[in-house]
């Protein structure tokens, strides 16, 4: 069914937000808007699947949820591979078709005016205004492998074409965002707006008593990884130490000492008091993470997901510029590297998350 122009000009209308899970950055930098679309008083449901279903569900208890399909892109001890990659296209798209599926159904049943859709390619509906978020509209090929960065390319096309808006969170340079780079180096074109970062958290005058506070995140089975290394090697670091270990499913908080603090899931006002109090954050260098870091304006050491290249490419990155720093993961077993950070220059950074909602609210409008 297709809402007519009258049902859209209503004063509230019913917008469907889709959610990728990939750890946990999607669903976090989408609150923001989530949150903004409850408060213009938007009748809202929500799709995703695994972790980030969980999390929305805690942050946002007032909206409605479905379950999507988990797209299933994991992170081996190796990380990923153009092999791994290859084998899992088939399933990817019967998975894209099957979601598009279930949003056609519930948009004849709820009437959706319109839909947003935060890197979940089937979530778009003909008739409705969709909207597709992403940042990652080239994908970064292993080293050796650019000259197929191409058919990623081609692949993003295929799909952004069945959405009216793409919408980039970052902010423009004039040739690519200044954050995503390459990631997001794109001919102009009215259907593309860079809207501007987004971040769940905020900067906040607090005093920064934790020393180091290590955010644990991303998909499985690396971010059990990271959390190994990560307790590992607080017995050899001074000063107050604190763990997010990014699961949902949990409330936990563990103190196995005085100094250190672990939560299993702070929720989102807990976890922005957390990083505004901390001098050095240990993370991974995923797109979201660095979006809240900039916001921040904190020092940061950033270690990324073994074998996915965005992230590599995001730490050298942001290194390059002199934001941040990065290590590999092999490399978390020496405190020498988060000694070296702990004192460094922070970043300074002129945009904000609020600015970025009126843009997002403005195309909005233009599209319902």
Same mark, same amino acid.
């Given at each position: 069914?297709?809402?007519?122009?009258? !049902?859209?000009?209503?004063?509230?209308?019913?917008?469907?937000?889709?959610?990728?899970?990939?750890?946990?950055?999607?669903?976090? +930098?989408?609150? =923001?808007?989530?949150?903004?679309?409850?408060? +213009?008083?938007?009748?809202?449901?929500?799709?995703?699947?695994?972790?980030?279903?969980?999390?929305?569900?805690?942050?946002?208890?007032?909206? @409605?949820?479905?379950?999507?399909? !988990?797209?299933?892109?994991?992170?081996?001890?190796?990380?990923?591979?153009?092999?791994?990659?290859?084998?899992?296209?088939?399933?990817?798209?019967?998975?894209?078709?099957?979601?598009?599926? &279930?949003?056609?159904? $519930?948009?004849?049943?709820?009437?959706?005016?319109?839909?947003?859709?935060?890197?979940?390619?089937?979530?778009?509906?003909?008739?409705?205004?969709?909207?597709? &978020?992403? #940042?990652?509209?080239?994908?970064?090929?292993?080293?050796?492998?650019?000259?197929?960065?191409?058919?990623?390319? *081609?692949?993003?096309?295929?799909?952004?074409?069945?959405?009216?808006?793409?919408?980039?969170?970052?902010?423009? !340079?004039?040739?690519?965002?200044?954050?995503?780079? $390459?990631?997001?180096?794109?001919?102009?074109?009215?259907?593309?707006?860079?809207?501007?970062?987004?971040?769940?958290?905020?900067?906040?005058?607090?005093?920064?008593?934790?020393?180091?506070?290590?955010? &644990?995140?991303?998909?499985?089975?690396?971010?059990?990884?990271? @959390?190994?290394?990560?307790?590992?090697?607080?017995?050899?670091?001074?000063?107050?130490? %604190?763990?997010?270990?990014?699961?949902?499913?949990?409330?936990?908080? @563990?103190?196995?000492? /005085? !100094?250190?603090?672990?939560?299993?899931?702070?929720? $989102?006002?807990?976890?922005?008091?957390?990083?505004? +109090?901390?001098?050095?954050?240990?993370?991974?260098?995923?797109?979201?993470?660095?979006?809240?870091? %900039?916001?921040?304006?904190? +020092?940061?050491?950033?270690? =990324?997901?073994?074998?996915?290249? @965005?992230? %590599?490419?995001?730490?050298?990155?942001?290194?390059?510029?002199?934001?941040?720093?990065?290590?590999?993961?092999?490399?978390?077993?020496?405190?020498?590297?988060?000694?070296?950070?702990?004192? /460094?220059?922070?970043?300074? *950074?002129?945009?904000?998350? =609020?600015?970025?909602?009126?843009?997002? #609210? $403005?195309?909005?409008?233009?599209?319902?």
């Amino acid at each position: 069914m297709i809402n007519s122009q009258k !049902d859209r000009a209503k004063k509230n209308p019913s917008v469907f937000f889709a959610v990728l899970n990939m750890g946990l950055g999607h669903a976090s +930098r989408s609150l =923001p808007v989530l949150w903004d679309l409850v408060k +213009r008083n938007y009748r809202l449901t929500v799709g995703s699947s695994g972790r980030s279903l969980k999390f929305l569900q805690k942050e946002i208890p007032t909206a @409605e949820f479905i379950q999507l399909p !988990d797209y299933r892109f994991d992170y081996g001890p190796k990380g990923v591979t153009i092999s791994g990659v290859l084998r899992k296209l088939p399933s990817l798209f019967q998975l894209i078709h099957q979601e598009n599926r &279930i949003v056609t159904q $519930r948009a004849a049943a709820q009437n959706f005016d319109v839909i947003l859709s935060d890197h979940r390619y089937g979530c778009y509906v003909p008739g409705i205004p969709s909207v597709f &978020i992403s #940042h990652q509209l080239r994908f970064i090929a292993p080293a050796g492998l650019r000259i197929f960065e191409f058919l990623g390319l *081609w692949f993003n096309q295929f799909f952004h074409r069945k959405f009216t808006h793409i919408l980039i969170p970052d902010e423009f !340079d004039g040739r690519e965002g200044m954050i995503s780079g $390459r990631l997001s180096r794109i001919s102009p074109a009215p259907h593309l707006t860079f809207c501007g970062t987004l971040s769940s958290v905020t900067k906040k005058s607090l005093p920064e008593d934790i020393d180091f506070l290590f955010s &644990i995140s991303g998909p499985e089975p690396q971010r059990t990884v990271f @959390e190994c290394l990560a307790r590992n090697i607080l017995p050899q670091i001074p000063g107050k130490k %604190v763990l997010t270990l990014g699961k949902p499913e949990s409330d936990l908080v @563990e103190r196995p000492s /005085s !100094d250190v603090e672990v939560y299993h899931h702070p929720t $989102r006002e807990k976890m922005e008091k957390l990083l505004n +109090r901390s001098k050095l954050i240990i993370s991974r260098s995923g797109y979201s993470t660095i979006m809240e870091l %900039v916001e921040l304006r904190k +020092r940061a050491l950033l270690i =990324p997901t073994p074998g996915q290249t @965005e992230q %590599v490419y995001l730490a050298h990155r942001t290194q390059n510029k002199g934001w941040f720093h990065w290590i590999s993961q092999n490399d978390l077993t020496s405190p020498k590297h988060l000694m070296n950070t702990y004192h /460094s220059k922070k970043i300074d *950074w002129k945009f904000s998350t =609020p600015s970025t909602l009126n843009r997002v #609210h $403005r195309i909005l409008e233009k599209v319902l």
